[in-house]
């Protein structure tokens, strides 16, 4: 039920930012939510352009804008069934390193979500850092592999979470099998142990200031790539035991965290080998969607690689079919990445939403291509 719920209330953010265009100097009583979380639509409301919904959203909508909607065909992710957690150690042998393929699959198998009895999993723990971009304190949450030594090194992948979302964003969201994901894949031998940094995105120097669907309220989101270049990354490699250097630093985001992903890889290409853009938010470029106008991170012509600049060994650039909340941007960035000549892959994943669906194929599919890519560079 939690996910129909959440559903529901989405539904009903959904429903309400197409009716709040017409509020801007109207009141919220031309449209009511009733208790059983329907919407009913008054007379005189008329469409405009722009919207600020920052006071209109509820705590529990905004977790659904930052790790995605738990829609009724997801529900398997938000509630744990018998499968997830009986012993399945026989069903699963480790991939053989010849018979792994580069190929894109559009859903994570299940051999990598289930919480198997023969694997120790990594535990998340939360830490903080001196941001001089900021000029404050501020938080991540780090999933440490199970047997975490400082006699090793380990990748890092940075994964950013969407709008309204924080370093807890993730974490927080038993749904996703992030941990799940990576810890599966490192005991298949398919990747090395790999430490996950889970930022908090918001990287403004107010700490009153909120995220919301206006402008200037984007803006730390798009200062994000300061505090990570300048604060969080040093940080990290300087107080873990962490291997550095582009081939060993992975990047991958959903929504907003997906638009700062393919913003920050155009701009540093030369420091993430691995990236993945899920269901990227629009924005990165002028436009106007059903949230805001976005003034746009670069133009058009400007979405690629710069000349003659290293370019990450996979990009990969993902989303749902069905995604209700940033519909065909995703694909529009891969499409001005082609006609710009810049690399990456894209993919669609088909019926999933705005939710752990799309984030699940995301990561694992990211995994896929470092270890597929990994394995042909050491056998060259
Ligand atoms: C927008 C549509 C979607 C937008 C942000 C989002 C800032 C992000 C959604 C999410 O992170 O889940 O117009 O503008």
């Known amino acids: 039920m939690i996910g129909m719920k959440k559903w529901l209330g989405f539904t009903a953010v959904m429903v309400m930012a197409v009716l709040l265009c017409g509020c801007r100097g109207n009141t919220r009583e031309e449209s009511i939510v009733t208790e059983d979380n329907k919407t009913e639509i008054t007379e005189g409301i008329t469409p405009t352009e722009e919207i600020t919904l920052t006071e209109e959203i509820k705590p529990t909508d905004k977790e659904m804008f930052a790790t ?16 997830d957690v009986t012993p399945v150690t026989e069903a699963v042998t480790p991939e053989p390193a010849e018979e792994l393929n580069n190929e894109i699959e559009e859903r994570c198998p299940a051999k990598y979500t289930l919480t198997r009895a023969d694997v120790k999993y990594g535990e998340f723990s939360h830490g903080t850092y001196f941001s001089e971009t900021c000029g404050l304190e501020r938080g991540f949450c780090i999933l440490l592999p199970s047997d975490y030594s400082e006699e090793k090194q380990y990748p890092v992948l940075y994964l950013l979470h969407g709008i309204f ?38 990287a403004a120097s107010d700490p009153k200031q909120q ?41 991958a ?7 700062e992903t393919i913003f920050i890889t155009l701009r540093r290409p030369e420091l993430f080998g691995y990236v993945c853009a899920i269901s990227a938010a629009p924005g990165i470029v002028p436009t106007t969607d059903k949230f805001m106008t976005h003034p746009g991170q670069m133009a058009e012509s400007e979405v690629k690689f710069a000349d003659g600049a290293v370019e990450p060994n996979v990009f990969i ?35 999933a939403d705005h939710d752990n669906k799309a984030i699940q194929s995301g990561l694992y599919n990211l995994i896929k291509q470092i270890a597929f890519d990994k394995k042909n560079a050491a056998v060259k």
């Open 68 to 83: 995605g909607i738990t829609s009724e065909e997801n529900e398997d992710d938000a509630v744990p069934t018998s499968e």
């Open 165 to 202: 979302g924080n370093e807890y964003s993730f974490s927080s969201d038993s749904g996703n099998k992030i941990k799940e994901i990576i810890g599966n894949a490192a005991a298949d031998g398919m990747i090395e142990e790999t430490i996950v940094v889970c930022p908090n995105m918001y």
């Open 211 to 251: 995220p919301g669907f206006d402008a200037e309220s984007c803006l730390p989101y798009d200062n994000f790539i300061n505090d990570l270049v300048n604060d969080l990354m040093p940080y990290i490699e300087s107080n873990y035991s962490v291997l550095k250097g582009r081939e060993n630093t992975y990047l």
């Open 253 to 259: 985001g959903f929504s907003m965290g997906g638009r």
């Open 317 to 351: 650039i993902c989303c749902g079919t069905k995604d209700s909340v940033v519909g065909t941007y995703p694909k529009s960035y891969h499409e001005l990445l082609e006609k710009n000549g810049s690399d990456h892959i894209w993919y669609e994943i088909n019926g």
